[in-house]
């Protein structure tokens, strides 16, 4: 029997070649060329260091800023770590873990604690944790229903908030794919700048 | 919300634009023919002939064909093995990314050389970026190359008469790596740079806040990932990574790539056996089955999650939020882009994901789960999803045969006891591979205690690992921690055995249909490009998969779901 050593190395080898060398090493070149902002993840820089990327969220805690989605990202240990842009992930919980529930809970109260005046049902996705830990966005209304707290720790005028929000607010693109969303990181640095 | 349903839509549209003209293009490079590309990669293919030392016309009897294809498979087992044991000394790990444990190293070779692509390591937490090249990226493009080859071996032995040969298994694997999968990921990873998917070899940032974002050459993987319908992310999070996925429309682009190649199959098929009603029939009984699956997962999802309905939660879809059920999903796909992807990639046998199953409601993850189940015929894996749906063609005329006395003919073949018997193998021995290998873990106190989720749901990760892997979908129920050698090895076994035990069998069938003469269509013929055939083509994939599947999934998501209520 034919036993096809020779066509089996031969095809074998080449085509890792071209298809695991020359075919990524080519569109890192052409992307190089193209795309160079983005192919190198979109990073926002001030000063010459890098302040983030616009596609990464990131971890806002202060009564001052907009609070992203919550983060189920760990660190190499295992211990939560939110925003963690070095290993992606989700909770994985079930919609029938008692834990979800109780965490949603306790997202809730968090909230409501941080600005006791809002005590309406909270949009989903601000007490909900996002697939990759990193989602940038929040929904435009998790972000009104933070405008209040927001504009009362900076001492800023509600409106010019809501200003602000509508003007950060993506709705599907092109109209009709994804949900309307919100950049997290982008709302908070332009709100910084407002004096 | 209602604007999901224009998107489902939209999806169909484009995907139909796009196999009908890929449909016939992918049928002349298999068979030769010139083409718009041969100018530029015509001299690559007769370059490899050469350095082979074969001119690539070589006929190949079946046995010799499934030879060809497994030990070129064996290569591809034994070089990502090998690239994660080394990778610590080689180039290209700027993240100085150590060698992997055995049992995982051979999960993963297994799993991107069976063209699963289960995720049991972490993407850009233990990989080197040449690993990630070399290893998964090739067999991305390999394992497609191999299915859609055997696919076409197939048709061909429908095609020809009292021929001992099924084709030049090599001829087959290049071409269509190098006109079909090539051409299209390149132009599909530009389109994903084009949003913002990251490609580079530059090492990890570190913020000033100190936050460490993952850097490498994603989108040339991405694209191959979906376009194979391999799946394996370059990072954990996979699609629903901001660096793979990063706006709708490159989710869109996603999806198109899962399904661009399994629905154009179809057309290549009615192309090469010269009666194009013939592949618009398997097309349409796919598209049947996929439009239903979508509409419960769809559905489900936009609804929400009824576990939360005594929390203060709004899940309404209104103007200013998508709402749904948000738990695992981003908020730039929303529950809509997030159900049809689902959908999607378990139908395809994909196993990308841009949302956690796992957290999907029961209603909406069972949809998933029993797509996987059903055989990964509708549409299926790029050239698997085929060779399936077309066993299942062969069982439907059996069937229809028996019906009305006559010997069963699938154009113009007669189908008899060997063809059966194959056909029962490679439709039985997945089926076999998931229920045996859950109904093992859930006895194994190693394998429960993987489990992260309290109850039936407890039960659905194990079932859903074995339904993924055997059925080489690969997605996840993610929360079950899958490395630990029981699933490691039990996984990869279950991935070997619904790979080869499927391939194996279609090439026996290849060479038998080759050999026998042509049957003239008689009055007792049951036409198959009619709806009549179409009902009995979902019928009886319907019908297979409910019967085998329906009290393990009764214990698993049914359970649940009436519980939440």
């Known amino acids: 029997m034919n036993l096809q050593l020779r066509p089996a190395l031969v095809s074998f080898i080449a085509l890792s070649a071209i298809t695991g060398l020359a075919y990524p090493f080519v569109i890192t070149g052409f992307s190089k060329v193209l795309f160079p902002r983005k192919a190198a993840g979109s990073l926002i820089l001030a000063d010459g260091k890098v302040i983030g990327s616009e596609l990464i969220g990131q971890s806002f805690t202060s009564p001052k800023d907009f609070w992203g989605r919550p983060s189920a990202t760990v660190d190499a240990n295992g211990k939560p770590l939110p925003y963690n842009g070095a290993n992606s992930g989700g909770s994985n919980q079930a919609p029938s873990n008692p834990d979800l529930k109780k965490a949603v809970e306790e997202r809730i109260a968090a909230l409501r604690a941080a600005d006791p005046g809002a005590t309406g049902p909270v949009p989903v996705d601000l007490v909900t944790t996002s697939a990759s830990g990193l989602d940038p966005h929040i929904s435009p209304a998790a972000a009104a229903y933070q405008v209040h707290r927001v504009a009362k720790a900076r001492g800023l005028d509600e409106a010019k908030v809501r200003d602000l929000v509508a003007t950060h607010t993506e709705g599907p693109q092109f109209g009709l794919l994804g949900d309307a969303h919100v950049n997290v990181l982008k709302l908070n640095r332009d709100l910084d700048r407002i004096k | ?565």
């Open chain 2, 1 to 565: 919300m209602s604007h999901a349903w224009i998107q489902n839509l939209l999806f169909l549209i484009l995907l139909l634009g796009i196999a009908v003209p890929l449909g016939p293009f992918i049928a002349r490079v298999m068979e030769g023919e010139r083409t718009f590309l041969h100018p530029v990669l015509g001299p690559v293919e007769r370059g490899l002939y050469r350095l082979m030392g074969i001119t690539g016309q070589e006929d190949m009897g079946w046995k010799t064909y499934a030879w060809a294809v497994a030990f070129f498979n064996l290569l591809g087992f034994a070089a990502v093995f090998a690239l994660q044991k080394a990778q610590g000394a080689l180039p290209l790990n700027p993240e100085a990314m150590g060698k992997l444990p055995t049992d995982l190293s051979f999960n993963t070779a297994v799993s991107f050389m069976t063209n699963t692509n289960w995720q049991n390591y972490g993407g850009e937490s233990t990989l080197s970026y040449l690993t990630q090249m070399l290893g998964l990226t090739v067999q991305n493009f390999l394992s497609a190359a191999t299915a859609m080859a055997v696919l076409v071996a197939l048709i061909r032995g429908l095609v020809r008469r009292t021929s001992n040969g099924i084709g030049n298994a090599w001829a087959d694997l290049i071409r269509g790596t190098l006109y079909v999968l090539l051409p299209l990921s390149a132009v599909i990873a530009l389109l994903l740079v084009s949003q913002g998917a990251i490609q580079n070899l530059s090492a990890y940032v570190h913020t000033a806040s100190g936050q460490a974002l993952a850097m490498g050459p994603a989108a040339s993987q991405v694209a191959i990932k979906m376009l194979g319908t391999n799946g394996g992310g370059f990072f954990n999070a996979n699609s629903a990574h901001p660096f793979e996925n990063p706006t709708a429309f490159s989710n869109l682009i996603h999806m198109l790539a899962i399904f661009i190649i399994p629905a154009a199959l179809c057309l290549t098929f009615g192309k090469m056996v010269k009666d194009r009603r013939q592949g618009w029939a398997v097309l349409a009984a796919m598209t049947v089955i996929f439009v239903m699956a979508l509409s419960v997962t769809t559905w489900a999802e936009a609804k929400g999650n009824p576990g939360l309905k005594a929390v203060s939660v709004d899940q309404a879809a209104t103007l200013q939020q998508g709402g749904g059920n948000m738990e695992g999903k981003e908020v730039r796909f929303g529950s809509g882009a997030t159900s049809l992807f689902a959908t999607v990639t378990t139908a395809a046998s994909c196993g990308a994901v841009n949302g956690w199953h796992d957290s999907f409601t029961p209603l909406g993850g069972l949809v998933p789960l029993w797509l996987m189940e059903l055989g990964e015929v509708v549409f299926g894996g790029v050239g698997s999803g085929l060779y399936g749906m077309l066993l299942f063609a062969l069982v439907g005329v059996f069937i229809g045969g028996l019906m009305v006395g006559r010997t069963p003919e699938y154009l113009g073949k007669k189908i008899e006891a060997f063809e059966m018997k194959m056909a029962s193998i490679a439709i039985l021995l997945p089926s076999a591979a998931i229920l045996i290998g859950t109904a093992a873990a859930v006895l194994s106190t190693a394998a429960t205690a993987s489990v992260s989720n309290p109850g039936p749901h407890g039960f659905t990760q194990i079932l859903y690992a074995f339904s993924s892997c055997a059925q080489n979908n690969g997605s996840a129920f993610g929360g079950l921690s899958g490395n630990i050698p029981f699933y490691n090895y039990g996984l990869a076994l279950a991935m070997l055995v619904g790979r080869f035990g499927v391939i194996f069998p279609v090439l026996a069938v290849a060479g038998s249909l080759a050999r026998k003469k042509h049957t003239p269509e008689g009055l007792g013929t049951l036409p198959t490009h009619t709806p009549l055939f179409v009902a009995v083509l979902v019928g009886v994939v319907l019908l297979v998969g409910a019967l085998t599947y329906l009290p393990a999934l009764a214990l698993g998501p049914i359970a649940e779901q009436l519980a939440l209520r």
